[in-house]
């Protein structure tokens, strides 16, 4: 069971640029916010 199917990783390549793009633009919101008061 060493070879994982395509779709597999694939996803969670997805899972794991989708929540590193969600986690930048958070902080990048934050940012904004903070920078603003």
Do not use: C
């Amino acid at each position: 069971m060493k070879y994982t199917p395509f779709w597999k990783r694939l996803g969670w390549m997805a899972l794991i640029w989708t929540g590193s793009v969600v986690a930048l633009g958070a902080v990048s919101m934050i940012l904004r916010f903070w920078l603003k008061t």
